[in-house]
C-alpha cells in the first residue's frame, strides 16, 4: 500500500452519506462477499473528496491503487492489484487491471466483477471487510482520496441477510432545527421501518429501500433505528443525533483552569480544554461508547481574558486507556491539546503491534468516532520511578543527534523501522564512542508515521511510531545510568494541521496561528508567539517532558521564528530582542525544574543576539559543515575550521557553541569526499578515510560542546538531500540502515578514532574546560601547512599532529608543557601508521605521512570514560583474560555486548574490547 497515506481517514461511504455526495458509488448498492458483477464509480467532483482528479483532461487516464481489508490483515492493506512502487517509476503499477473506464470529465468506473478472484484471495477462511483505493494520474503526480487525504474504504458486508442504514446528514450532530433524510436498505425483499427514539415515521412491506424525512425541532439526543424484518429473521442499525445545549458558566475547581485531563486526589478526572470565543463544550468518552450526552456537557469559565471549558468524571479505572473527545459549538470535533497520548485515526493502523503489543487502538472506520482524532487518558500512564542522574558540564557535552526512525533500522534497508526497544540494546555502542549526550530529533506525537518529528501535532504526547511511554522513560533511565544525558528537540515554530487549536478556527480568525508567518522562515502552520496561551502552552510541554520523562533538556528547533510577531520590520536575521527575551524565559522555565538543564538553541544567528543567549547559559548550535566537507574533500582554500577551534567564537561565551560537521540537515561529508573529493580522496578508501578521522580530532580536541550526527562516526554517504548531486533541500525519507558497516575496516577505523578521542575528552574534563591551555597551529588557516593541537591542564596533556597534504610527507614539531618522548602514549593515529616521537624534554616532533594523523596523551590521562563506576555497588565483577571475560563473585544474569551493541553468545570471545552487564550494572573490559 501506499504508507505514507495508510488509513487516513475513514470514508463509511454506506453508512452515514447520501449517494450524491460519496466518493464512489458501487453496484450493486450494498457490496457483499459474494456479490456478482460489481462495479465502482468515483465521482472525482465529490465534496467528500479531495478533487485531486477533477476536470482532468480526456487524454490522461486514471487508475486505481486498489486493494483490501481483511479479517487476517490486522487492519492494513492486503492484496493490492499492480502494487505502486514507492519510489521510482510509477507507472510501472499501470495495468488494463486497474486502469478506470472514463464516463465524463468527473466521473469514472472500474469493473471487479467477483471480489475475491478481482483480488486473488483463495484462502476460504480469510474474509474481506473493506475495500481500500487511491485514486491516481498514470505518473502518479496527482490522486483522487478523501477530502482530509485519506484513502477511501468502501465497507464489504459478509453473505446472507443484511440491511443498512443511511443518511443525507454526514454528522451525527445539529445545533438547529434540522431535516435529515433517512434511507433504510436490504439485501433482499423486507419489511423496513425507521422510527425515532422507539416511535415509527416510516415504514414500508415488500421492499428493499425506504426513505424518509425526519425533523429535529429541539434540543435533546436521539436515535434512529432502521429495521429490516424477512420472514423469522430481524436486522436493525441506529444512527445517533445529538442537538446539544449551551455550557454554563462555572468556574474551574479552585478557580484557576489547568489545561488537560487532570486525575484529582479522589480519584475523579478534570478535562479542561481552552478555546476562546466559543460557546458550548461536550467532553465525548469511550466511557460511555462515544455518547454524545447532556451529562457531560462542560461548564466555562473565563479567566484572565480566555475561555475555559471543564467537566469532571468520576469512575474511570486507574490502569485503563480511555479514548475522547471534546465537540465545540456542536461542529468541531478535537482532541486534547494537552493529551499525554493521542488515538490517530489516520495513521495509528499503520503502525505494527510488535512495536507497542498493548498499544491502545482507535476504534477505527466502522465506530461513531470514525475519522475523529482521540486524546487517550490513563490515570496511571505518568507513574514511573527514575534513578538520580547528574547532568554532564555543558561545556563539555559531546552530544550524538539521532532518529529513533532510522537509527535501529533492518540492516542494508530504509524501511523506518527503528524501534525505542531497538535503541536501548544499542545504548553500550553509543556508551563505548564516549558521548555524555544523544539528542533525540522530535518524539511528540507528529502527523504520520513516517517523518522526522517537525509536524508535530500534540506537544506533551509520544508519538507511537517508536515504541510506548514506558519504551521512551525506560530508554532514558538507561542512558543515564550509562552517564548519558537525553536532550529532546521541540518544535516551538510551528505545527501540523492536526493540532486541535489549528482545527477550531478558520485562519482568518484563529488567535492561535497567524495566516501569514511575520518572518522568512514559515513552514506548515505558524504559531503566533503573541498569544499567551501558546506561550502557556510552551512552559507546560517543557515542564511536562523535565518532569514526567526525566529528560535533561532541549534543543530548540528554528528559533529565528519565535520573534514576536511585530519584530521582524528589519528582517528575520537581524537582531531581535524579543527572541532574546522568549528565549530567556524559557531557560528560566527549564531551570526551575533542573537548575542544570540543557538549553540549545538552533538560531544561526549573528553574535550580538547569540552573545546574549550565552551569557544566560543557553548553547547555541554553530554550523561547520561547509569547511568540513571541503577539509575532508581535500581542498585547502577552505579547509579552515575556525568555529571549532575558537573559544570566543564572535565574542561568543567560552563554551557556548555546539559545534558539528554535520547535522541532519546538512549533507554528509563523506557524500562529498566520494563524489567531489579532489583526487585521491575519491579513488583511495585509506586516504578518503584518514581526512574523516583528521577532521574528527580536529573537531573533538577542541574545547568546547561538539555534536555527531548518527552514523557519522562510520563515516555514512548516503545522499541526504533531494537530487542526485546532493543538492536541494531535505530528504526526509527513510535511510539506509546497516549496522553490517562495523565489519567495514575503513568504517571501523573511523569510529575507534572516534571513540579514542570522545573519551580522551569526556574521561578527562579538565583538559577541555576554561582553566585549560588550548593551543593549535594552522588549524585556522586555509593551508595543507602542518597542524598541531595541544590541550594541557595541570601535569595532564594530550597532542594531536595532523598532516593535511594530499601528497607530501612533514614533520610537525610541538613545544609540549608536560609530555616527553617517555611519558607519551598513543591514543589513535591514521590508518596503516605507526607514529614514533623524537625530540629532547618536551620538544617533540613527528614525522606525519600525507593525510595522516596521531593524537598521543602523557601516561596518567584516562583513555575512557568508564562505565566502571556505576559498577560500584555490585559484588560480582568482570575481568578480561586471554580470549574469554571471567566473572567473579555472586551474580544472576549477565550479559556481553561488543561495541556495536550486538550480544554476544558466550564469555568465550574474540580479542576487543566489550561491555558486560551484570546484574544491570556495566562494566568495560578488554580481551586480549
Known amino acids: 500500500m501506499n504508507k505514507t497515506y495508510f488509513a487516513l481517514f475513514a470514508l463509511i461511504l454506506a453508512a452515514v452519506l447520501p449517494l450524491k455526495a460519496q466518493i464512489v458509488t458501487t453496484t450493486p448498492e450494498m457490496l457483499q462477499e459474494g456479490s456478482r458483477g460489481v462495479v465502482l464509480t468515483y465521482h472525482a467532483d465529490s465534496p467528500l473528496g479531495n478533487k485531486g482528479l477533477m476536470n482532468l483532461s480526456s487524454n490522461f487516464d486514471v487508475y486505481a491503487h486498489i486493494g483490501v481489508i481483511t479479517s487476517k490483515s490486522g487492519g492494513e492493506w492486503t492484496n493490492v492489484v499492480a502494487p505502486w512502487p514507492e519510489t521510482g517509476n510509477q507507472q510501472a503499477a499501470n495495468t488494463d487491471k486497474n486502469r478506470l473506464t472514463r464516463v465524463d470529465a468527473n466521473t469514472y468506473t472500474l469493473s471487479i466483477g467477483d471480489i475475491r478472484t478481482f483480488f486473488g484471495i483463495t484462502d476460504a477462511t480469510e474474509k474481506v471487510t473493506d475495500i481500500a483505493i487511491v485514486f491516481r494520474n498514470a505518473d502518479g503526480s496527482k490522486t483522487g482520496r478523501t477530502s482530509s487525504g485519506g484513502d477511501i474504504f468502501i465497507p464489504v458486508l459478509e453473505d446472507g441477510f443484511r440491511m443498512q442504514l443511511t443518511s443525507d446528514h454526514p454528522d451525527r450532530v445539529i445545533d438547529k432545527v434540522t431535516t435529515i433524510n433517512y434511507t433504510v436498505m436490504a439485501t433482499q425483499a423486507a419489511t423496513l421501518t425507521l422510527s425515532v427514539d422507539g416511535k415509527v415515521f416510516a415504514t414500508k412491506q415488500n421492499t428493499t429501500s425506504l426513505t424518509a424525512p425526519y425533523t429535529f425541532s429541539s434540543e435533546g439526543n436521539y436515535i434512529v433505528k432502521g429495521t429490516a424484518e424477512a420472514g423469522s429473521q430481524t436486522l436493525s442499525s441506529t444512527l445517533e443525533v445529538s442537538w446539544p445545549s449551551a455550557s454554563l458558566k462555572q468556574d474551574y475547581p479552585g478557580g484557576v483552569p489547568k489545561m488537560g485531563a ?183 506525537e507528529f502527523n504520520g508515521n513516517n517523518s522526522w518529528g517537525y509536524n508535530t501535532n500534540f506537544y506533551m504526547a509520544p508519538d507511537k511510531a517508536y515504541g510506548s511511554p514506558t519504551d521512551y522513560r525506560d530508554f532514558i533511565e538507561e542512558c543515564h545510568k550509562n552517564g548519558i544525558a537525553v536532550i529532546l528537540d521541540i518544535v516551538f515554530n510551528q505545527s501540523d494541521g492536526l493540532h486541535p487549536w489549528y482545527q477550531l478556527y478558520d485562519i482568518d480568525s484563529n488567535p492561535f496561528y497567524n495566516k501569514v508567518a511575520p518572518h522568512a522562515w514559515s513552514v506548515l502552520n505558524d504559531w503566533n508567539q503573541d498569544h499567551p496561551l501558546v506561550q502557556q502552552q510552551w512552559t507546560d510541554a517543557l515542564v511536562y517532558w523535565l518532569e514526567k520523562y526525566n529528560v535533561d533538556g532541549f534543543r530548540f528547533d528554528l528559533v529565528k521564528g519565535l520573534g514576536d510577531n511585530g519584530s521582524y520590520a528589519n528582517g528575520t536575521d537581524a537582531f531581535n530582542q524579543s527572541r532574546i527575551d522568549r528565549m530567556k524565559r524559557l531557560h528560566g522555565v527549564i531551570k526551575s525544574v533542573k537548575p542544570d538543564g540543557i538549553h540549545i538553541n538552533e538560531l544561526l544567528g549573528g553574535a550580538q543576539e547569540e552573545i546574549q543567549l550565552g551569557l544566560d547559559g543557553q548553547l547555541q548550535w554553530a554550523n561547520i559543515n561547509n569547511n568540513s566537507c571541503q577539509y575532508a574533500m581535500g581542498y585547502d582554500s577552505s579547509s579552515q575550521l575556525s568555529r571549532f577551534l575558537s573559544s570566543s567564537d564572535g565574542n561568543r561565551p567560552w563554551g557556548s557553541t555546539v559545534a558539528y560537521a554535520e547535522s541532519h540537515d546538512e549533507q554528509r561529508v563523506n557524500f562529498k569526499s566520494e563524489v567531489y573529493g579532489k583526487n585521491p580522496v575519491p579513488t583511495n578508501p585509506d586516504v578518503q578515510y584518514n581526512r574523516l578521522a583528521q577532521l574528527a580530532v580536529q573537531m573533538l580536541m577542541t574545547p568546547g560542546p561538539k555534536m555527531v550526527w548518527m552514523f557519522g562516526e562510520l563515516g555514512n554517504s548516503e545522499n541526504t538531500k533531494e537530487k542526485p548531486d546532493g543538492s536541494g533541500g531535505n530528504n526526509t525519507s527513510p535511510k539506509v540502515v546497516d549496522w553490517r558497516w562495523l565489519d567495514d575496516p575503513h568504517k571501523a577505523f573511523l569510529k575507534d578514532v572516534y571513540a579514542a578521542v570522545i573519551n580522551l575528552r569526556t574521561a578527562n574534563p579538565e583538559l577541555v574546560r576554561q582553566s585549560a591551555t588550548f593551543n593549535q597551529k594552522n588549524v585556522n588557516m586555509p593551508s595543507y601547512n602542518g597542524r598541531s593541537m595541544r590541550l594541557t591542564a595541570g601535569s595532564k596533556e594530550a597532542v594531536a599532529f595532523i598532516n593535511p597534504s594530499l601528497t607530501t610527507e612533514t614533520t610537525i614539531t610541538v613545544n609540549a608543557t608536560n609530555m616527553t618522548t617517555a611519558n607519551a602514549k598513543l591514543i589513535c593515529a591514521s590508518k596503516d601508521y605507526t607514529p614514533a616521537l623524537s625530540g629532547a624534554g618536551t620538544s617533540l616532533s613527528l614525522t606525519v605521512p600525507a593525510n595522516g594523523f596521531a593524537v598521543f596523551a602523557t601516561n596518567n590521562v584516562e583513555e575512557s570514560a568508564g562505565i566502571d563506576a556505576v559498577v560500584s555497588d555490585t559484588p560480582a565483577y568482570a575481568l578480561g583474560s586471554e580470549g574469554c571475560i571471567i566473572i567473579q563473585g555472586e551474580y544472576n544474569t549477565a550479559h556481553v555486548y561488543d561495541l556495536s551493541g550486538r550480544m554476544m553468545p558466550s564469555l568465550t570471545v574474540p580479542a576487543g574490547l566489550y561491555i558486560v552487564n551484570i546484574d544491570g550494572h556495566a562494566s568495560k573490559v578488554l580481551v586480549h
Open 262 to 444: 487532570v486525575k484529582n486526589a479522589d480519584g475523579t478526572v478534570t478535562f479542561c480544554i481552552a478555546a476562546p470565543g466559543k460557546v458550548s463544550a461536550v467532553l465525548v468518552g469511550q466511557w460511555n461508547n462515544y455518547e454524545i450526552s447532556d451529562e457531560y456537557k462542560m461548564k466555562y469559565q473565563d479567566y484572565k481574558g480566555h475561555r475555559y471549558f471543564w467537566t469532571t468524571v468520576s469512575g474511570l479505572a486507574n490502569d485503563q486507556w480511555y479514548g475522547y473527545y471534546y465537540l465545540i459549538d456542536d461542529k468541531y470535533k478535537v482532541a486534547d491539546p494537552y493529551a499525554h497520548m493521542v488515538l490517530d485515526c489516520y495513521n495509528d493502523a499503520g503502525i505494527s503491534r510488535a512495536v507497542w503489543k498493548d498499544a491502545p487502538k482507535h476504534p477505527g472506520v466502522n465506530s461513531p468516532v470514525a475519522g475523529i482524532m482521540l486524546a487517550a487518558y490513563r490515570g496511571d500512564i505518568d507513574d514511573y520511578t527514575f534513578s538520580p542522574f547528574t547532568i554532564p558540564e555543558h561545556d563539555n557535552l559531546v552530544i550524538y543527534e539521532m532518529l529513533f526512525r532510522d537509527f535501529t533500522g533492518l540492516d542494508g534497508k530504509a524501511l523506518a523501522n527503528g524501534t525505542v526497544k531497538k535503541a536501548i540494546d544499542k545504548i553500550p555502542y553509543i556508551k563505548s564512542l564516549g558521548f555524555n549526550a544523544v539528542e533525540l530529533m522530535p518524539i511528540m
